[in-house]
């Protein structure tokens, strides 16, 4: 990209806009002369890299030193290639060479490039129209950017120049700006000429975004509620809705006024500010040319009128003349009759404006214009007074909310948790609390489920809200997103005591398969069981002891979270939501056995429950066609278990009573530890930088020299394995240039390895710190014993030894065994996976959509024990 780029801006210097040849650089190195005559190599010889090593090369960051053959270069010697190969010798040493980036170019390829994968998610495709979907993707982008210049390390007063740049940038990717049209299509391969027209935008102060600080020092509210700005042509409304939303600090602008939809206008009474507008909060705008109809506005507006105002750009007064074409004139006749139609919008209030707002050509003419001209300066203060009014009295609305969902099966008693939950009084403050039941918003048909719950949540901004649903791992994006837009709530997951990862085993066919769960088979039987203790049809969701097939839809349940280990879904759990500010809110769990261990199944159940499992995973993941016949002789077969074994099931829980004790003392505490106020860019950024001291232990680790592994272990499988070749060479190929461990939407090789023997959701910290606090720092010898690899992952399985090492740092007595059934160095991840996906390899080679290379011998190595905190 940047020699194509180079080459068009030498193509254009002689062009009359000035366009001129100015090169792009990347950064500048330092060769390190380890021996030899300094004066004479800085004398006789001028050191540069050619540009396939350049592109080649892999990014440096702080200290870090490549070691390179730098290719020599005499001026004016046309045969430079040949007298480079005859200056070097074997007898002169390898120079290092310390390769120095600058963040202009970091933040353009790493940030501005890297990123469009994440902003270019909108599902709509198009660019005339901002998609609701743009304002979670903007703040993934933000939150991006946030990552990268933190890894960067990156002052906090850098960081915060930096990121209205990176907001603009999110608001001109989806933008339709006339300059744009001029441009190839925005991608990967064009970003350089788009940046470059950005930046002048940006100069410009069309895409920056205000502050509007007081004389206090203190954010400003920005505009709260919907501006429709419209005239008879759309295209010449663009700099004045730029210059209006930075005016009134305004959070988007949309370009199409039937695709507006409630979710917009309920976004546009949130908070926002010209300080942070993470989650989409604030004032929206929205051009309106006359003939794009105010029928879909008119419908919006029965409900929300007093959200929306009507800026009317005065119109074309004088018919066309008699020599004018008879279309002009049939269609002049129409833009007088919708603009009759336009006015009678029922709206807060609707304001005009004279012809000539329209004729200042960029953001900082239109500004002048709009607070020097009298009716255009009226229009503006009557906007911002009226916005004022609706501001919070207080700063109770700024706090974050609640979002509270169990991810769980039927049955497993959340409706008795949330029984009566709103008159219990629970509340310490003045925040709503809201009770949503998924059956009874099935049954009166009030819409789906997550669009209700987020009108909901966004009429009731820092409210506590709970969703009695079952939340399986393919409803956690929704509530993500109900977190994330607009409230800006805080996702609080409550999951049942007991959680233990199972592992189940069919065949289908000739070949057996095994899949992991994070509920028991007893957990699951007590869910079956208390199903059927429903009366016939008196269940609000109909799933009873009536629904003939009661039981399977509960192991249908259970089946969401097919290869989903306990560490797993903690995973998962833990990225729903909003930043939780330093508060240890993770998860409620809520007791459920009486006993730590509860006792083992009947053998007639357990066979029972798992023939059912494997029966639904032949439908699920092998595309087997289960007959109905099989179906009701599992349910029968079930039925019948279960029947049988009902004073084993009932002893096997606590009672209801004491789970909601329980859940309703947690939730108190949660609700009291909420943050007093949002977290903005500034804040986290601050934090990140002030944040020193360690926090909760996320693993204990036995870390490993990456070189090592590459040397003794990845580099001789290269040489003897074709396919491990292949495999590795292709995968180098994305990853030459940039390789992030951290950065999930990427192909990337893992740098920091390391064997994991506790996870946080596997162990409580106390009972991490008393396993492994004495191993802190110590030596300890594993043996690799295979390569196991698949289109997901690649990962080297260990033998962990209990034999003590002669090395005196060593200290293996009382040495623990990894919680892990399978001892692991993940070494890479596909795109959109986790690392943690690797501990399905050794079920993903029975099944054979993974292999597995043995090592003849088993090759020792060294790792240093460590404690990583969140």
């Known amino acids: 990209s940047f020699v194509k780029y180079n080459n068009f801006l030498s193509r254009r210097k002689d062009c009359d806009d000035g366009g001129g040849g100015m090169m792009l650089f990347r950064g500048f190195s330092i060769e390190l002369v380890l021996s030899g005559n300094v004066d004479n190599n800085l004398r006789n010889e001028e050191m540069t890299t050619t540009e396939e090593e350049n592109n080649n090369a892999p990014l440096l960051l702080d200290n870090d030193v490549e070691s390179n053959h730098c290719s020599k270069k005499e001026e004016g010697d046309n045969n430079s290639s040949s007298s480079s190969s005859n200056n070097n010798n074997n007898n002169k040493p390898?120079?290092?060479?310390?390769?120095?980036?600058?963040?202009?170019?970091?933040?353009?390829?790493?940030?501005i490039r890297n990123g469009l994968s994440i902003l270019q998610r909108s599902s709509g495709g198009g660019s005339s129209v901002m998609m609701t979907t743009t304002t979670t993707t903007a703040v993934l982008f933000e939150e991006y950017s946030i990552s990268q210049l933190i890894k960067w390390k990156v002052s906090n007063e850098s960081m915060t120049k930096w990121m209205p740049f990176f907001k603009g940038w999110a608001q001109?990717?989806?933008?339709?700006?006339?300059?744009?049209?001029?441009?190839?299509?925005?991608?990967?391969k064009t970003y350089l000429h788009h940046i470059i027209e950005y930046e002048k935008l940006f100069e410009k102060g069309e895409y920056s975004q205000p502050s509007h600080p007081s004389s206090e020092g203190k954010y400003s509210p920005s505009f709260h509620g919907l501006i429709v700005i419209v005239g008879p042509t759309k295209a010449n409304l663009e700099h004045l809705s730029l210059g209006v939303s930075q005016e009134l600090g305004c959070s988007k602008i949309v370009r199409d006024v039937n695709q507006i939809t409630v979710k917009d206008v309920l976004l546009s009474m949130q908070r926002?500010?010209?300080?942070?507008?993470r989650g989409g909060g604030g004032g929206l705008i929205c051009i309106a040319g006359i003939e794009d109809g105010f029928v879909h506005l008119r419908r919006m507006a029965k409900e929300y009128h007093e959200a929306i105002y009507i800026i009317m750009?005065?119109?074309?007064?004088?018919?066309?003349?008699?020599?004018?074409?008879?279309?002009?004139?049939?269609?002049?006749?129409?833009?007088?009759?919708?603009?009759?139609?336009?006015?009678?919008?029922?709206?807060n209030t609707l304001f005009d404006l004279p012809g000539d707002a329209t004729k200042p050509t960029g953001v900082e003419s239109t500004l002048e214009y709009l607070r020097t001209n009298d009716v255009a300066k009226n229009v503006m203060a009557e906007l911002k007074a009226s916005s004022k009014n609706k501001q919070p009295e207080d700063d109770n609305e700024m706090r974050p909310g609640l979002v509270v969902y169990f991810p769980s099966l039927p049955g497993s008693g959340k409706?008795?948790?949330?029984q009566n939950i709103t008159s219990i009084g629970i509340m310490n403050d003045n925040r709503k609390l809201i009770l949503m039941e998924g059956d009874e918003i099935k049954k009166r048909g009030k819409g789906k489920f997550f669009n209700v719950a987020q009108k909901e949540i966004l009429t009731n901004p820092a409210s506590i809200l709970i969703l009695d649903k079952n939340v399986p791992p393919s409803s956690f994006p929704a509530v993500h997103t109900l977190c994330i837009e607009g409230n800006k709530s805080i996702a609080l997951p409550v999951l049942p005591s007991g959680m233990k990862n199972t592992l189940v085993v069919g065949t289908n066919g000739a070949s057996k398969s095994s899949h992991v769960y994070p509920f028991s088979l007893q957990h699951l039987a007590v869910c079956i069981a208390r199903v059927l203790r429903r009366p016939p049809n008196t269940h609000k969701g109909k799933l009873d002891s009536a629904v003939e097939n009661a039981c399977m839809v509960v192991v249908k349940f259970y089946c969401f979270y097919r290869n989903m280990s306990t560490s797993a879904l903690e995973e998962k759990l833990l990225g729903i939501g909003q930043d939780r500010g330093g508060k240890e809110i993770v998860v409620v769990t809520t007791p459920f056995f009486r006993e730590e261990i509860p006792p083992d199944l009947p053998k007639d159940l357990k066979m029972a429950l798992e023939d059912a499992i494997v029966l639904q995973t032949r439908e699920d993941v092998y595309n087997c066609k289960v007959g109905k016949d099989a179906v009701v002789d599992m349910e029968k077969r079930l039925r019948s278990s279960i029947h049988g074994n009902q004073s084993y099931i009932e002893n096997l829980t606590v009672s209801l009573e004491e789970s909601k004790t329980a859940f309703v003392s947690e939730l108190s505490r949660v609700i009291a530890s909420l943050p007093d106020k949002l977290l903005d860019s500034k804040t986290i950024l601050a934090a990140a930088e002030a944040n020193n001291k360690p926090g909760k232990i996320k693993i204990a680790s036995l870390d490993l020299d990456r070189k090592a592994v590459q040397s003794e272990i990845i580099a001789k499988l290269r040489k003897s394995f074709p396919e491990v070749e292949q495999y590795f060479a292709e995968r180098e190929v994305h990853n030459k240039n940039n390789n992030d461990e951290n950065d999930k939407s990427q192909n990337r090789f893992i740098t920091s390895l390391h064997c994991t023997f506790a996870h946080a959701s596997q162990a409580t910290q106390e009972s991490m710190?008393?396993?492994f606090q004495h191993l802190i720092g110590t030596k300890h010898e594993v043996k690799a014993v295979s390569l196991l690899y698949s289109d997901e992952s690649a990962a080297i399985e260990l033998e962990i030894t209990?034999?003590?090492?002669?090395?005196?740092?060593?200290?293996?007595?009382?040495?623990?065994?990894?919680?892990?059934?399978?001892?692991?160095?993940?070494?890479?991840?596909?795109?959109?996976?986790?690392?943690?996906?690797?501990?399905?390899?050794?079920?993903?080679?029975?099944r054979r959509s993974a292999k597995r290379v043995m090592f003849e011998q088993p090759v020792a190595l060294s790792g240093v024990f460590n404690f990583w905190y969140n």
Not at 96 to 103: E, I, N, R, S, T
Not at 415 to 418: E, F, T, V, W
Request: hydrophobic share 30%.
């Open 94 to 111: 390898t120079n290092m060479m310390l390769k120095m980036k600058f963040l202009p170019y970091m933040v353009r390829t790493f940030i």
């Open 172 to 188: 001109y990717c989806s933008s339709s700006l006339p300059s744009k049209s001029l441009l190839p299509p925005l991608s990967e």
């Open 272 to 277: 926002g500010s010209g300080g942070d507008s």
């Open 313 to 347: 750009v005065e119109e074309k007064e004088d018919p066309p003349k008699a020599d004018e074409e008879e279309i002009d004139s049939i269609r002049w006749k129409k833009i007088k009759g919708m603009t009759k139609g336009w006015r009678k919008v029922k709206c």
């Open 415 to 418: 409706s008795s948790l949330c």
């Open 769 to 771: 710190i008393t396993t």
């Open 802 to 846: 209990k034999k003590k090492n002669n090395d005196n740092n060593s200290h293996s007595s009382s040495f623990p065994a990894p919680l892990n059934t399978f001892p692991h160095v993940t070494i890479w991840c596909a795109k959109d996976h986790e690392a943690y996906e690797s501990n399905e390899l050794p079920e993903k080679v029975k």
